[in-house]
């Protein structure tokens, strides 16, 4: 009987114990930190909270970004490079036209769209809007077999940058006209990849935040693409200064 005794002993001091412990800090002998110290440990952590929420949710769009710029190789290896290249276009909610047709293919607002696309295998795309959406270099590389694209905006586009446009060269004996403004990370140096369109006759530089001195790029635009219209609206400062700068500087060189 002893042993159950001193068992029974011990349960009623851990109790007693826990009773204790959990009476409120007014009838603790112990005193309580400060307010600014209870504070300050709610904030910090509140603080990494949020900061590993933040990191979450950065990883997840990091995913998802890269899963919608996959590349379509099922779709390629069983249906060709015009189906897979359309297939792409679509999912990203952007638009396209076949090389003779008139018709537009383009998702709804909730994103579906027709499959009718498929039954045109052996028709290029020639015309691809891309606007708005969150096309990158890697999904590009669903593009680069549409040597008779002529028309490509990527207009507002968040995650074109200037390695994305060094990957245009591949459609420089077809694209004519090119759109490429408001994308907020195409800098001056990515424009000098453009060198390489010789057949552009259209291109819109317009609201790019990473252009510093618009008039100047303007002038460097006109002497790679002579051939080239070239529409650059949306800045705020001065043209004629850069402009002026800019055949100063072109002038002292010569």
């Known amino acids: 009987m002893a042993a159950p005794l001193v068992s029974l002993q011990r349960c009623c001091t851990r109790a007693a114990l826990l009773l204790v412990a959990r009476r409120p800090w007014s009838s603790s002998p112990v005193t309580p930190p400060p307010l600014s110290r209870r504070l300050l440990l709610f904030l910090t952590q509140r603080f990494y909270d949020m900061e590993m929420l933040l990191n979450w949710t950065s990883s997840f769009r990091s995913r998802r970004l890269q899963k919608e710029n996959a590349y379509y190789g099922y779709?390629?290896?069983?249906?060709g490079s015009n189906v897979a290249a359309a297939y792409y276009v679509l999912s990203l909610k952007g638009g396209f036209r076949y090389a003779g047709q008139s018709e537009w293919f383009r998702p709804d607002q909730r994103g579906r769209f027709n499959w009718d696309f498929v039954n045109h295998k052996d028709s290029p795309l020639e015309e691809i809007d891309m606007s708005h959406t969150v096309i990158n270099y890697t999904g590009l590389g669903n593009l680069v077999d549409q040597r008779s694209l002529r028309t490509l905006s990527l207009r507002g586009c968040p995650e074109v940058d200037d390695w994305s446009l060094t990957r245009l060269h591949v459609f420089q004996d077809s694209l004519e006209e090119l759109d490429i403004s408001h994308c907020p990370?195409?800098?001056?140096?990515?424009?000098?990849?453009?060198?390489?369109?010789?057949?552009?006759?259209?291109?819109d530089v317009s609201s790019l935040p990473g252009i510093l001195s618009p008039g100047l790029v303007i002038i460097l635009l006109e002497?790679?693409?002579?051939?080239?219209?070239?529409t650059a609206t949306g800045y705020n400062h001065s043209l004629r200064q850069d402009e002026r700068e800019g055949k100063e500087c072109m002038q002292g060189q010569g």
């Open 75 to 79: 779709t390629h290896r069983f249906y």
């Open 223 to 230: 002497e790679m693409l002579p051939l080239c219209q070239i």
């Open 185 to 203: 990370r195409i800098t001056t140096g990515g424009l000098a990849a453009l060198r390489n369109l010789k057949g552009l006759r259209r291109l």
